[in-house]
Every structure is written in C-alpha cells, then in structure tokens.
C-alpha cells in the first residue's frame, strides 16, 4: 500500500490533536516548542492538503470544526500508533547501539583486541561485547551470515565480497625448540620451509593460508603434509617447544618464547611474511555505533610494518 500525501506526514495532525485539547494554538506551540504562527502556517497547509477546513478561529481561541472532530478522531488512532513505532525504534536503537558482536581470527583475538577492546569500554562503557574467536575463513562466514557486526581476519587477501580496512601490520616467523636440528642454522630456504612438514593450523586459519600463498609466489605451489594440525596458538607453541617439529606463526604470538629461549626464531631466505590483519563488514553497509568507533580505534592502533 501506498501512503497518500495527505498523511505521510503526521506531525500537522499531532498539532490538530493538541490545538483540540487546549483550545489554543499559543498552547499548543508551547507543547510542541514552536512559535505560534509557525503552529498556524503548518494547520493552514494541512487544511489545504485535505481540502476543507478542520479549524474555527477566533479571538477566544481555535476549536475544531465538524469535519475536524471527524478528522481528529481518525488521527488520534494514527499518531498513537506512530508514537509506538517510534517508541520501538528507539528501542531497537538502543538495543543496537549498546552491544557489540566481534568475530576475530585466533591471533588478532589474543594479542591485539584485549587492548582495541579496553579503549572501547572507555569510549563507549555500556557496549557490551560480544567475542568469536576461530579462523580467519570462519571469521568472514560469520559476517556474511549476519552473526557478526565486525570481523577481524588474517588472510593474505580481503574477502572480495566484504568491505574492508587495513587496521595492523604482523610478520610471521618460522620458529624451532632447543633441540631441533635447524636451531642450529642461521636461515633457511622457501625450498626447506615447503618440504618440511610443520606443526600447523587447520585449513582455513589466516596464518596458515598466507604461509601457503607466500610460498606459491617464490615457486612452491605445494607444502608438505603437516606433521600436526592444532586448533590454537598455544597448542602450537608447546608443540614446537618440545621439538616435534617446527611451527609458522605471528611474531605477536612468540615474542615471550623468544625471550625466554624457549623458542628460536629462523629467517627465511627470499620470502616475504610480513602481512596486513584487516577489519571486515558487509559491503555497501555504512559502520555506526560501537562497531564504528571500534574499527576507529583499531585504525588508530595500527602497529608499524615489522622489520627484517
């Protein structure tokens, strides 16, 4: 159904309602906060809108012609449902702008959001956040099914179906335990890293992906088969720390480890692991709210590009 001109605008009933109920305009203007003549101009045009008119006047007052109380009745219905509209707009307004859905990739979850999000409590302290924490494939599936409001992933490439911004830079880093055989060289080939099965992230885990395509652009379109496949960081690390076998992972991730000796960190020859950890939303869809001022902060957060 199509709205007449006559009604989309409900504003000019809602004075008619309220020149009924005082009997004045000066009252009614002072109800609404406008000035007098500007309550009258708008009663004018709404009568010339409707064709006849709805208002006696006279210096006692305005009162409602009969066509008017006719009028009036039908609108009072009309700007009562208006105001429940509104009411539940507002509602959902404040429903939306009071929590959060973040979905993050492993590593941006664990060494860069705490922070993001604790200048967002700040800013914003009664957004309540909620965190999803898995890969960076997951991650994007999460905003295309609407399961979340902003993402954070890994991958080499932005999902070409999501909007995007660039919010970190990261460096990935091939490290080895004490007693590993390569502890004891100064760097390694893209050739030996490809032919060595590591312990790894599953498939669909930004790290492990932009490892993949970072050696498919030097010429080595196929890894070996991982000697481990592990759902966290963590997992990782200890199984690299007790030599199974070397592990790729974010320089976020080990910084500790190789303080402490635990871990050793080993270049790599001719291949290039620095990356971009990017933001994603639905595309053509316009941030507000918490999840705006959070891509704000990460922007501004933005780490700068590692060196060798």
Request: a positive charge.
């Amino acid at each position: 159904m199509t709205l007449s001109p006559r009604v989309v605008d409900l504003a000019p009933f809602d004075l008619l309602l309220s020149v009924a109920e005082t009997g004045s305009m000066g009252a009614a203007a002072r109800r609404h906060g406008i000035s007098q003549p500007a309550v009258s101009a708008r009663l004018r045009t709404l009568e010339a809108s409707v064709g006849f008119p709805l208002l006696k006047r006279s210096p006692r007052g305005a009162h409602l012609t009969d066509a008017g109380a006719l009028v009036a009745h039908w609108a009072q219905a009309a700007v009562d449902a208006a105001a429940l509209l509104d009411e539940g707009l507002g509602a959902v307004r404040a429903e939306a702008t009071s929590r959060l859905r973040v979905a993050a990739s492993l590593t941006i979850a664990e060494y860069l959001l705490p922070r993001w999000l604790i200048e967002l409590r700040t800013s914003l302290p009664d957004t309540t956040v909620a965190l999803t924490s898995h890969n960076s494939t997951d991650t994007a599936e999460d905003i295309r099914h609407g399961t979340a409001d902003l993402g954070f992933v890994e991958g080499p490439t932005p999902p070409p179906d999501l909007d995007s911004r660039d919010v970190a830079h990261d460096q990935l880093t091939v490290v080895v335990g004490r007693d590993h055989p390569w502890r004891r060289r100064r760097r390694i080939s893209p050739a030996q890293l490809a032919a060595t099965a590591l312990v790894t992230r599953e498939q669909g885990s930004g790290t492990r992906t932009f490892l993949e395509q970072a050696l498919k652009d030097v010429g080595h379109p196929a890894c070996e088969t991982p000697a481990l496949e592990l759902s966290s960081t963590t997992a990782i690390k200890n199984a690299a720390t007790q030599g199974i076998a070397p592990a790729v992972l974010s320089s976020l991730a080990v910084t500790t480890e190789l303080a402490a000796g635990s871990l050793t960190a080993l270049p790599v020859t001719g291949l290039d692991l620095h990356r971009t950890l990017r933001a994603v939303w639905p595309a053509n869809q316009r941030l507000t709210g918490p999840a705006r001022e959070l891509l704000t902060i990460a922007a501004r957060r933005r780490t700068n590009r590692p060196r060798h």
